[in-house]
């Protein structure tokens, strides 16, 4: 069982999307557990509080690292710890896969202007982000990352091996994919995908993801190419 435990000010979003469909399925099989923590039950002081105003000056409040340790240390176990962060290490596939692999997650959701970096660097966490751009909260990125997590996992989705052929496998996006009707407000699917050719089929589906990869996205382009020439 995938062992998943977030640190949070605001336990409320959880589980959240991860309590609907596939993911409350495999919730209710033991695929994966869900443990949250609220930050907020580890404060030291008598008023309770988990923030602060920065040293050094500038707007937002910080959270304690004395709170956000006790809140770790009481709730160890083996498995990594993350905490989101727009300046982490950007996640994708292979990042995903390799977290797949653990045991668990710990994930420290940050809120205000973030987390004194004493306490990053104290646990050794690591710091993943899920995008260029600013989140109020870790909150929606730890669904993020567990969405992503968990779709990998053996008996979660239908079709296994859906898997292999999506988006940044291979370092190349999905071919254009097609369904019922075959003519649908006078625009028909690719001929060859009625074909029933499957060696045919699967060229062209390499050559529309290889043409969409080289113009949408060049830095994958480069990747695909360094591995396959
Ligand atoms: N002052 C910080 C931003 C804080 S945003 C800075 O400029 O770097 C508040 C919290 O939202 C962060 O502590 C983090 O946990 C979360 N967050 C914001 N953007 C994120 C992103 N792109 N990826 C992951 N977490 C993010």
Redesign the pocket.
């Known amino acids: 069982m995938f062992a998943a435990k977030i640190f949070t000010l605001y336990p409320e979003f959880f589980p959240g999307l991860l309590d609907i469909g596939m993911y409350r399925r495999a919730r209710e099989k033991k695929i994966w557990s869900l443990d949250v923590v609220n930050i907020r039950d580890f404060a030291i002081d008598k008023h309770g509080s988990v923030d602060d105003k920065p040293f050094g000056g500038g707007s ?1 409040m910080l ?1 304690r690292p004395d709170v956000v340790n006790n809140c770790i240390e009481k709730n160890q176990n083996d498995n990594p710890i993350i ?6 290490d950007k ?1 994708d596939t292979s990042l995903v896969k390799q977290f797949a692999q653990q045991a668990g997650i710990n994930i ?8 004194d970096q004493r306490v990053i660097e104290k646990n050794n966490i690591q710091e ?11 909150e929606s ?1 730890a669904i ?1 990352v567990l969405d992503a997590i968990l779709r990998t996992l053996p008996g979660v989705l239908g079709a296994e091996k859906s898997l292999d052929e999506e988006t940044f496998n291979n370092n190349l996006l999905e071919y254009p994919q097609y369904t019922q009707p075959r003519n649908w407000e006078g625009i028909t699917v690719p001929d060859v995908l009625l074909s029933g050719n499957h060696a045919e089929i699967k060229d062209w589906r390499l050559e529309q993801s290889r043409s969409i990869t080289q113009r949408r996205r060049p830095d994958l382009w480069d990747k695909y190419n360094k591995k396959n020439n």
């Not at 905490?83 to 982490?88: F, I, Q, V």
């Open positions: 937002g959270m905490y989101l962060s727009p300046k982490g996640l420290l959701c940050g809120h205000f202007e973030g987390v993943i982000s899920i995008g260029d751009y600013v989140l109020s909260g870790g990125a993020v």
